[in-house]
């Protein structure tokens, strides 16, 4: 499905994944300490640009391309791979509604890398179902005044600029919601406890408080009332992202159990050669190939300027398979090493560990599937 030029790009990041993150990802999980040296690489090789036009200090937004890189650098390491994914999450809005002027002033300096970017829909009240967040903002002259709190934020305190949803009117549901854009250094927003979690422990997951914030109206994306809707069209966006973090750890925990049946002996012989191994492989490869498919498919359909009912269909079914992929062959990859798969010397356990989140975030795989269904069932 890949062009050559995009195949070069694949290349590129393939190497440099490999040469530059993989013996990283050790130590990230170890330390759970947020890799700036991952981000200054990003930087230095113009990996966020990906994601944005060139008229934006960007390389020529592609989706395609985005997704592929997410997946070259989470073979080796979900939480790098995750800044990538957590950018576009973050730029999204901006991207999608924001006004010319919030364009020029915002997007270049998260197209060179020089501000990471956050998403900020959960609350501890509102996940799955988030159109009964309890942030408001309230309309003050020539700005708003936000109060509230936001809790599992990726990049809570290293964003510099989040994208963040609260009610403007409280007497309706998701018509009630609008979306602004915060910039960390305004004066009430602040971050509180990062959580320590099962895995992508170099990430960022946090709480972030609204305090009396005052954000400028020309901060507001979009119109009063359309915040929900855009929170949706983002997450039609940004989902793939996740499937292509999902996607890289199936297929990074494939490779290297293969490598490993490959030199691992029992009675005599390779594992690899014992045929219920063996089986076993041929399932993993041929999952990832699948999820492959569906992942490039929705990034050429989001390339192609499709939105709507279909976009929302296919980037939800290609979450829920990328990720239950993720989940299923990280665990016979740990199967395959044996007791070494179960210890941490072996990247594996890691994998396993880092692929349980994307069956949760950006909507459980149960929300996923009653999107899917919504869709196959809508007159
Ligand atoms: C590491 C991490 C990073 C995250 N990053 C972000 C971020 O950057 N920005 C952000 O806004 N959020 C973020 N989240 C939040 C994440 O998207 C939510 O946790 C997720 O959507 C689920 O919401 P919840 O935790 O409130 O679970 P709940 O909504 O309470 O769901 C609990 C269980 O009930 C199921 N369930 C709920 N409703 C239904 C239903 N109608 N039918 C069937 N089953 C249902 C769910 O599938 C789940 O199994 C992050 C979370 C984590 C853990």
Redesign the pocket.
């Known amino acids: 499905m890949l062009t050559d030029e995009q195949r070069e790009v694949r290349e590129l990041v393939r190497t440099l994944a490999r040469e530059r993150i993989a013996s990283r990802a050790a130590e990230i999980d170890k330390s759970a300490e947020f890799p700036w040296d991952i981000v200054e690489l990003f930087r230095e090789n113009g990996l966020f640009g990906l994601m944005f036009d060139e008229e934006y200090g960007g390389v020529g937004a592609s989706a395609l391309l985005t997704l592929v890189a997410i997946e070259e650098v989470s073979k080796q390491c979900a939480t790098s791979g995750l800044i990538l994914a957590?950018q576009e999450?973050g730029a999204l809005g901006i991207k999608l509604a924001g006004s010319p002027e919030q364009k020029d002033r915002l997007l270049p300096k998260l197209a060179s890398g020089e501000w990471l970017a956050?998403?900020?829909?959960?609350e501890a009240g509102s996940?799955?179902?988030s159109a009964a967040m309890a942030s408001e903002a309230t309309r003050d002259g020539d700005g708003y005044v936000l109060n509230g709190s936001?809790r599992?934020?990726?990049n809570a305190g290293v964003a510099q600029l989040y994208t963040c949803f609260a009610k403007t009117d409280r007497t309706s549901r998701h018509r009630g919601i609008s979306a602004f854009v915060v910039e960390a250094a305004t004066p009430g927003f602040e971050v509180g406890r990062i959580e320590p979690?099962l895995g992508?422990k170099g990430s960022t997951?946090g709480e972030i408080f609204f305090d009396e914030c005052v954000v400028p109206a020309e901060n507001r994306i979009g119109e009063e009332g359309e915040g929900f809707a855009l929170a949706m069209r983002v997450l039609d966006r940004s989902r793939p992202g996740i499937a292509a973090q999902a996607l890289g750890i199936a297929q990074g925990a494939t490779d290297y159990a293969a490598e490993y049946a490959k030199g691992r002996e029992t009675f005599g012989e390779p594992i690899g050669s014992h045929q219920l191994v063996a089986g076993m492989l041929a399932d993993m490869e041929t999952r990832c190939e699948a999820a492959r498919g569906l992942l490039y498919r929705c990034g050429q359909m989001i390339d192609d300027g499709i939105e709507g009912p279909e976009l929302t269909k296919l980037s939800a079914m290609t979450k829920l398979f990328c990720s239950d992929t993720a989940m299923a062959v990280t665990t016979d990859a740990v199967q395959i090493l044996g007791g070494y798969g179960y210890i941490q010397e072996y990247p594996v356990e890691r994998m396993m560990r880092d692929a349980k989140?994307t069956q949760?975030?950006?909507?459980?795989n149960?929300?996923q599937r009653?999107v899917i269904a919504r869709e196959m069932l809508r007159d």
């Open positions: 957590a999450l956050a998403y900020a829909l959960t996940g799955s179902d936001k599992f934020i990726t979690k992508i997951t989140i949760i975030y950006e909507g459980t149960q929300i009653l």
